[in-house]
């Protein structure tokens, strides 16, 4: 059977369901447009599969890592949050019985725009427990966490702390962008998701993936899918496909059905591989 005709067995159908619109702009119809693979290839020329269980997820860019889950002081749940689960419970069978298995956990933000991009940084082409070690030795180099701060540390000092030479220098990169005020910090809660991605992925270290974790963990935009997310691959995989692996359109074509709750999903795909959420 080719990729291109095979369905998930369990996925509901859409349905209109005239609810409210989502706290936050949508994406613009340029942000359905496919994301270039890491490699630079063009998903139309990728053939379809042969042997489908030696197929491979493709991976983010830098192999980006998410961070364990710390305490969030004044969490608060997004304002969208529970008519997302209630719609999505209603649209997709899988998530009708996945959601409410996780209680009352839920996405939270840590709300400091350049600390989240740090962080994300850090997490690339590691391990979580490495990531962490990492992390905990940067907080302790630089207590405050500010821009200033990782700057006056310069690329020696933080790569004292177990950070690559290169990875440093996406830090400092980004520190500097901050300080300078070259990136539209503040702007970015009134700009849509391809706009904030453009100016981010400007940046040295940061790509699109990086660039959506942002999106969702920082502005907790409600509609985010980052299909070069390995994690959501396999998730889709597990749940929809029984562990076959799958293509970026059948993906997509899954989360259609999530739409306009793609970032909600997603959290809950992720829970349905490792229980314990993260955050940036």
């Known amino acids: 059977m080719k990729a291109a005709a095979r369905k998930p067995a369990t996925a509901t159908p859409p349905a209109a369901t005239g609810r409210a619109k989502a706290a936050g702009p ?3 119809k340029a ?3 496919e994301a270039p693979l890491p490699d630079g ?10 042997t489908a269980r030696n197929a491979k997820a493709v991976l983010p860019e830098a192999d980006a890592v998410p961070l364990p889950v710390e305490t969030v002081i004044d969490a608060v749940r997004p304002a969208y949050w529970d008519e997302a689960c209630a719609d999505l419970m209603k649209r997709d069978r899988i998530l009708r019985k996945m959601i409410p298995t996780y209680g009352p956990a839920h996405l939270v933000s840590r709300g400091d725009p ?18 962490q070690s990492v992390w905990e030795r940067l907080h302790a180099a630089c207590p405050k966490l500010t821009p200033a701060q990782f700057l006056r540390a310069g690329p020696e ?5 177990g950070l690559s030479k290169r990875k440093g220098e996406y830090l400092i990169d980004l520190a500097d962008h901050f300080k300078a005020g070259t990136v539209h910090v503040a702007e970015w809660a009134q700009m849509d998701d ?3 991605i453009a100016e981010l992925t400007q940046i040295r270290g ?3 993936w990086t660039a959506e974790m942002f999106l969702m963990f920082n502005l907790m935009r409600p509609n985010v899918l980052p299909l070069d997310d390995i994690g959501l691959i396999n998730a889709i995989s597990a749940n929809y496909f029984s562990g076959e692996p799958v293509t970026r359109s059948e993906a997509r074509e899954v989360a259609a059905n999530w739409e306009p709750w793609r970032t909600v999903a997603t959290w809950y795909m992720w829970r349905s591989l490792d229980p314990l959420p993260v955050t940036y």
Do not use: H, N, Y
Not at 43 to 50: E, F, I, L, N
């Open 26 to 28: 949508r994406p613009d």
């Open 31 to 33: 942000g359905a447009k």
């Open 41 to 50: 290839q063009d998903t139309a020329k990728v053939p379809a599969r042969k």
């Open 114 to 131: 350049f600390v989240t991009l740090a962080r994300a940084v850090v997490g690339q082409q590691i391990s979580v427990k490495a990531a």
């Open 157 to 161: 000092k933080l790569a004292g702390c």
């Open 194 to 196: 391809e706009a904030v």
């Open 206 to 208: 940061i790509g699109r």
